[in-house]
Nanobody, 125 residues
Framework: VQLQASGGGLVQPGDSLRLSCAASGRTFSPYTIAWFRQAPGKEREFVATVRGSSGHTYYSDSVKGRFTISRDNAKNTVYLQMNSLNTGDTATYYC???????????????????WGQGTQVTVSS
């Protein structure tokens, strides 16, 4: 499956952004889709994921309550709605997909086999 992330940009603290991850190449609905982010000099960090089979969602503690992941299987797209952005959210955001993944490894980058190219989110006043 090929993934294309988009929607990043430069915003001020407190603003909102919605990222999109468009998938192509294979049947989309069975895939678990996640968002990770990586800031300069830091390791890639799990943000959120949405299961393909159940639609269950999971979030990192740092974004819980501010970010919402959702999917539209008819459009082969996953969204990440980001509200109340702060400077700590500045990073390149990547979407990733995996066809089969066990729950205990949902948060690990190595569990995802397909990756998009990343979209830059900068939060600055």
């Amino acid at each position: 499956v090929q993934l294309q992330a988009s929607g990043g940009g430069l915003v001020q603290p407190g603003d909102s952004l919605r990222l999109s991850c468009a998938a192509s190449g294979r049947t989309f609905s069975p895939y678990t889709i996640a968002w990770f982010r990586q800031a300069p000099g830091k390791e890639r960090e799990f943000v959120a994921t949405v299961r393909g089979s159940s639609g269950h969602t999971y979030y990192s503690d740092s974004v819980k309550g501010r970010f919402t992941i959702s999917r539209d299987n008819a459009k082969n797209t996953v969204y990440l709605q980001m509200n109340s952005l702060n400077t700590g959210d500045t990073a390149t955001y990547y979407c990733a997909a995996s066809r089969q993944i066990i729950s205990s490894t949902l948060f690990l980058a190595e569990s995802y086999h397909y990756w998009g190219q990343g979209t830059q989110v900068t939060v600055s006043s």
